[in-house]
């Protein structure tokens, strides 16, 4: 699931404390959740200081194919020259080859700077709600 979904929830504490879901694309890479994004972007402050994260992917667009992946992790922010590779990558997830190309070089023109937040899950769950794989509350309702 972590390789063809292309959408992400990220969530995390923002810098009044309060917290915060945001939609991101992203890639799974080296055993890690790759988010890129702009560096004057307000989740850099928040996790500079919080990097405790959540992240939650799903797929299915009914009950019986309805699947989520739960993660809970630490991220780590580095600032990378020009446009970062796995923001490109997780692009082509979504894109044909010509779009591809056409989104390529808007980004290229856009950023000098961009953030890529490294997550290193520490906690995960996946949930297969068709197959009956639900939480355990769930499971205790219909017990």
Avoid: N
Wanted: with cysteine; aromatic share 8%.
């Amino acid at each position: 699931m972590l390789q063809p979904a292309h959408l992400a929830r990220l969530a995390y504490t923002g810098q009044d404390g309060l917290p915060r879901v945001v939609p991101v694309g992203f890639l799974w890479s080296d055993e890690r959740i790759v988010i890129c994004t702009a560096t004057t972007a307000p989740k850099l402050r928040a996790l500079s200081s919080r990097p405790e994260v959540a992240v939650t992917i799903d797929a299915g667009s009914t009950p019986a194919d309805a699947r989520s992946v739960l993660v809970r992790g630490i991220a780590t922010v580095e600032i990378v020259d020009g446009v970062a590779d796995e923001y490109l990558a997780a692009a082509r997830k979504t894109m044909d080859a010509e779009q591809v190309e056409t989104f390529e070089h808007a980004v290229r023109s856009l950023y000098d700077q961009m953030a890529r937040i490294s997550i290193e899950p520490r906690w995960a769950r996946f949930y297969d709600f068709g197959a009956g794989r639900v939480p355990t509350f769930i499971s205790a309702l219909a017990g």
